[in-house]
């Protein structure tokens, strides 16, 4: 008798989570194929901060150590004063960090990381990867999922994972919340070649210049070859675009009250792109029966905590052993994930928000008292602070309850 043939898993979406998901899959044998909409598989150009629970996950996925590879590992996080051009904190992120952590601190180029999750997805042979390919909806029954690209094309699958962004069509059906909120913030994001940047800001650290709603952020990556700039304006901007280009002018414009040595940093920028940021409010439910989402699709965030990555391959690496925990019910491995997962995406993204409100875009007498709050603290402060977030045996905990 002919054994009945099993249908793949489906990912809508082939950006860091839908990648991160098919390799968290493949790697307790389940068959995947991930659908992308665009041409090629590939990321923007621009870095990325991967805290200590990105590393966790990249292990748990398998490529802990081509990740920490690709990475610049920074000495510090620093926070300056881009009104009083003053330094306000520096966390430390070397060998006492790693060590309470089990993880670094690292910076890297999006593109070497997407690079390094597609390599590793071909090398498993269980993942379909298909460009040019549009996922409009899906419908499912008893058996299965199908579904069913812009194009008219139908497939099938035994489960259907969305991973399709802040826009996701998935989402559509499953929570159907309408459109992201637009936060009026501006990012405008820019690579510069090392040698453009000031010689007494080349650190090794991710920096961090917050001032009256406003902030900047720079630091290394490739090796040290380039610098990534990310300037960022609370303009009330209200159309939500993402990777414009835009003039120099324009970003120069919007930045008239810091101080000369963090404006500088803006002038050896080029190429400048625009996204307007947008985030959602955490829901609790991201299934339905067969589907589930996973990173931005179910948990947009802000990106002042530096997480939103980060949650989505922790959701990848959670995903993955929960269809191990439930295999022979797919149904009820997507409820634990999902379970396991909203209350702390949840907790990232209202923490974003109010991070970004009371540390990066702070003015007068709120600034002072943030200037005041953080410089009170010691490294373990900071340290014990971030364990929930950064601590291996959060993310343990997460998966193995
Ligand atoms: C300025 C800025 C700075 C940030 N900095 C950090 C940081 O330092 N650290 C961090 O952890 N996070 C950061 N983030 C957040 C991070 O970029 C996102 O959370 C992360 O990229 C989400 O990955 P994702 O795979 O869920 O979604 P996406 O990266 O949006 O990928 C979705 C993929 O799905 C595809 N797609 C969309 N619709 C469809 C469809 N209908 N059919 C098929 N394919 C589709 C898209 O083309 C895309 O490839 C930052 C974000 C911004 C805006």
């Not at 968290?24 to 805290?51: D, M, N, S, W, Y």
């Not at 990777?243 to 008239?256: C, I, L, M, T, Y």
């Not at 709050?373 to 900071?382: G, I, K, P, V």
Request: aromatic residues 6%; hydrophobic residues 45%; contains cysteine.
């Amino acid at each position: 008798m002919m054994g009945r043939k099993v249908l793949p898993i489906v990912i809508a979406g082939g950006g860091l989570g839908g990648l991160a998901a098919a390799l968290g899959l493949a790697r307790k044998g389940r068959q995947t194929v991930v659908l992308e909409q665009a041409p090629q598989f590939a990321e923007i150009g621009a870095g990325i901060q991967l805290a200590p629970n990105a590393f966790h996950a990249f292990d748990t996925l398998g490529i802990g150590e081509v990740a920490r590879r690709v990475a610049v590992l920074v000495d510090e996080l620093v926070l300056m004063d881009a009104v009083a051009g003053e330094r306000i904190i520096g966390i430390p992120v070397g060998e006492a960090f790693r060590n309470r952590f089990g993880n670094p601190y690292a910076v890297v180029h999006r593109a070497d990381l997407h690079e390094a999750l597609v390599e590793a997805c071909r090398a498993t042979g269980l993942v379909g990867l298909r460009v040019r390919a549009r996922v409009d909806r899906y419908e499912q029954d008893a058996n299965g999922v199908t579904v069913i690209l812009q194009s008219g094309e139908h497939l099938s699958g035994c489960a259907l994972i969305g991973a399709d962004g802040l826009r996701s069509h998935i989402r559509r059906q499953v929570v159907g919340d309408g459109e992201p909120i637009v936060s009026g913030h501006t990012s405008f994001r820019s690579l510069i070649p090392t040698e453009r940047m000031p010689p007494d800001l080349r650190w090794n650290a991710a920096t961090l210049w917050a001032g009256p709603k406003c902030h900047l952020v720079h630091y290394p990556l490739k090796g040290g070859k380039v610098f990534n700039l990310v300037v960022t304006a609370h303009n009330n901007a209200q159309e939500a675009v993402a990777g414009v280009p835009v003039a120099k002018e324009q970003v120069h414009s919007s930045f008239p009250h810091i101080c000369p040595r963090a404006r500088q940093i803006i002038e050896h920028g080029q190429n400048w792109r625009r996204w307007v940021l947008c985030d959602r409010e955490p829901v609790s439910n991201w299934v339905d029966h067969r589907v589930a989402l996973l990173g931005d699709a179910a948990h947009p965030m802000l990106q002042y905590f530096a997480q939103g990555a980060c949650m989505a391959l922790e959701d990848a690496a959670c995903l993955g052993q929960a269809v191990e925990a439930h295999g022979h019910d797919l149904q009820q491995a997507l409820r634990m994930y999902n379970c396991l997962r909203a209350p702390r995406t949840g907790r990232v993204q209202i923490s974003s928000r109010l991070i970004g409100e009371l540390i990066y875009h702070a003015s007068d007498a709120k600034a002072e008292v943030r200037n005041a709050a953080l410089r009170a603290n010691s490294a373990d402060d900071f340290y014990d602070g971030l364990e929930w977030l950064y601590g291996r045996a959060s993310q343990q905990a997460t998966v193995s309850r």
